[in-house]
T-cell receptor, first 114, second 111 residues
Framework: EPEVTQTPSHQVTQMGQEVILRCVPISNHLYFYWYRQILGQKVEFLVSFYNNEISEKSEIFDDQFSVERPDGSNFTLKIRSTKLEDSAMYFC????????????FGPGTRLTVL | TQLLEQSPQFLSIQEGENLTVYCNSSSVFSSLQWYRQEPGEGPVLLVTVVTGGEVKKLKRLTFQFGDARKDSSLHITAAQPGDTGLYLCAGAKTSYDKVIFGPGTSLSVIP
């Protein structure tokens, strides 16, 4: 069964460093999303992406964040200068055009900022 | 602001018992999803409901979408230890919109 994959599974970085989290969405999906989940809290929406541009972004998704689909398969989230409070699980999700509200999530990348 | 509430927050039951968890909102959603999440892993989609009053069954799990599309329930029959996990409801306002997550119900089924 097709699935969303994410790399790395765990990333440890120093505060102020740049990180890139990578995702490979399900191949026939057209809509892509990033969410994050701080330990013990709700899953929160960060950004949605369709047709090579951002569809919507949350208040969390400030100028330190960017997304890119560099080729036909990868979808990346970049954090330019990480802060301690960026420590969280980051989940990529994707959905196809014919399935309302049905998003499939990847296993997540645990980001730890020291 | 759209919010989803879930109840109960925690539930601990004996194997073989039935249970129902609830997801409520003051907002109307075009669809509601139920996910199950294990510690340190991503949410795994269980079901999507899109029509008010819709009932879907997945083995021992029964999902219902409220008539007004503001609430949903998940009923598990004869719970098993393998059902242990965090159950999340999530709603989308439009077809391709972001998904708003509830806080989850943490279920523990004791053998």
């Amino acid at each position: 069964e097709p699935e969303v994959t994410q790399t790395p599974s765990h990333q440890v970085t120093q505060m102020g460093q740049e990180v890139i989290l990578r995702c490979v969405p399900i191949s026939n999906h057209l809509y892509f999303y990033w969410y994050r989940q701080i330990l013990g809290q709700k899953v929160e929406f960060l950004v949605s992406f369709y047709n090579n541009e951002i569809s919507e972004k949350s208040e969390i998704f400030d100028d330190q964040f960017s997304v890119e689909r560099p080729d036909g398969s990868n979808f990346t989230l970049k954090i330019r200068s990480t802060k301690l409070e960026d420590s969280a699980m980051y989940f990529c999700a994707s959905s196809e055009d014919a399935a309302p509200g049905t998003q499939y999530f990847g296993p997540g990348t645990r980001l730890t900022v020291l | 602001t759209q919010l989803l509430e879930q109840s109960p927050q925690f539930l601990s039951i004996q194997e073989g018992e039935n249970l129902t968890v609830y997801c409520n909102s003051s907002s109307v959603f075009s669809s509601l999803q139920w996910y199950r999440q294990e510690p340190g892993e991503g949410p795994v989609l269980l079901v999507t409901v899109v029509t008010g009053g819709e009932v879907k069954k997945l083995k021992r799990l029964t999902f219902q979408f409220g008539d007004a599309r503001k609430d949903s329930s998940l009923h598990i029959t004869a719970a098993q230890p393998g059902d242990t996990g965090l159950y999340l409801c999530a709603g989308a306002k439009t077809s391709y919109d972001k998904v708003i997550f509830g806080p989850g119900t943490s279920l523990s089924v004791i053998p």
